[in-house]
């Protein structure tokens, strides 16, 4: 079973900065099935990028994904209030067919 | 637009079943594969079982493979999820959620999600 390890835990920063947010793979995700969803207090999750790069739509091209194999990165150019939320990652292995999330990254307000 | 609607939460005894429903809308549901996702209290989020468009395939997570059964009717846009022998560690908020086009690879959209608490 791949294991998706996010880093770091929590993020304080204030409205304008740059985020880098990681997910690390325990093998190779493939076909770079990985995926980044935002969460809020209190609601669902949104889904972002999906296939590590493309973002879903409606989602503002301040959010941006890259990476392959084992390491993936989520940017957020420059932070909205409304940013501020829990981030997960997640992929899909077809070997067999299972879906696992990272535990999550909290950016917070400074 | 996209509507999930989540039902049948509540508070069981463990050892107990509860019966989730997902009602569906705005998109053609016997297209598209669908999820449950459960977050326990102040936890993260974890995937528990797909079912593909035509019901044909369904896959489980090993925590609730032999406890849980996922189904769904397609004449009546709906998705299910029989929970069986529920332990403590199931007390979550449920999500369904819809595949994103293209596979069932992610999860494009999501329901509020229902509660469930196991406890005596």
């Known amino acids: 079973e791949i294991v998706l390890t996010q880093s770091p835990g929590t993020l304080s920063l204030s409205p304008g900065e740059r985020v880098t947010l990681s997910c690390r793979a325990s093998?190779?995700?493939?076909?770079?099935?990985l995926a980044w969803y935002q969460q809020k207090p209190g609601q669902a999750p949104r889904l972002l990028i999906y296939g590590a790069s493309s973002r879903a739509t409606g989602i503002p091209d301040r959010f941006s994904g890259s990476g392959s194999g084992t390491d993936f990165t989520l940017t957020i150019s420059r932070l909205e209030p409304e940013d501020f939320a829990v981030y997960y990652c997640?992929?899909?292995?077809?070997?067999?067919?299972?879906?696992?999330f990272g535990q999550g990254t909290k950016v917070e307000i400074k | 637009q996209v509507q999930l609607a989540e039902s049948g939460g509540g508070v069981v005894q463990p050892g107990g079943s509860l019966r989730l429903s997902c009602a569906a809308s705005?998109?053609?549901?016997?297209?598209?594969?669908m999820h449950w996702v459960r977050q326990a209290p102040g936890k993260g989020l974890e995937w528990v079982a797909f079912i593909r468009y035509d019901g044909s395939n369904k896959y489980y997570a090993d925590s609730v493979k032999g406890r849980f059964t996922i189904s769904r009717d397609n004449s009546k846009n709906t998705l299910s999820l029989q929970m069986n022998s529920l332990r403590a560690e199931d007390t979550a908020v449920y999500y369904c959620?819809?595949?994103?086009?293209?596979?069932?690879?992610?999860?494009?959209?999501w329901g509020q999600g229902t509660l469930v608490t196991v406890s005596s």
């Open positions: 959620a819809k595949v994103l086009e293209g596979g069932r690879y992610y999860f494009d959209c």
């Open positions: 705005g998109f053609t549901f016997n297209k598209y594969g």
């Open positions: 997640q992929q899909y292995d077809s070997s067999p067919p299972t879906w696992t």
């Open positions: 093998q190779s995700v493939s076909g770079n099935f």
